[in-house]
């Protein structure tokens, strides 16, 4: 299993990013999907969350309505979309996917709110 985060980056206050999440090793399509945040200091925290099912999404109720999650199973690649960010968005973003009752991670992408 191998996941792969792309997308961070530097962005000032209200900006947008889209994170992708490219996955291999497993059949991509029948498992749900996480993207995770860890800020400096902090403890990892879910973002967001979709389904195998009907693409269902989830979020905490802090960040809904700003971040977006979305699939493409034909490419296996989970994206994040982040929106009107703010300072305190700053952390290393994941994506990570439940196997088997294993939990497999990306090496995260930093994503960086500054003005």
């Known amino acids: 299993v191998q996941l792969v985060e792309s997308g961070g980056g530097l962005v000032e206050p209200g900006g947008s990013l889209t994170l992708s999440c490219v996955a291999s090793?497993?059949?991509?399509?029948?498992?749900?999907m996480n993207w995770f945040r860890q800020a400096p200091g902090k403890e990892r925290e879910l973002v967001a969350r979709?389904?195998?099912?009907?693409?269902?999404?989830y979020y905490p109720d802090s960040l809904r309505g700003r971040f977006a999650i979305s699939r493409d199973n034909a490419k296996n690649t989970v994206y994040l979309q982040l929106n009107s960010l703010k300072l305190e968005d700053t952390a290393v973003y994941y994506c990570?996917?439940?196997?088997?009752?294993?939990?497999?991670w990306g090496q995260g992408t930093q994503v960086t709110v500054s003005s």
């Open positions: 990570e996917c439940n196997i088997n009752q294993g939990s497999f």
């Open positions: 090793g497993f059949t991509f399509s029948r498992y749900d």
């Open positions: 979709i389904t195998k099912y009907n693409n269902a999404a």
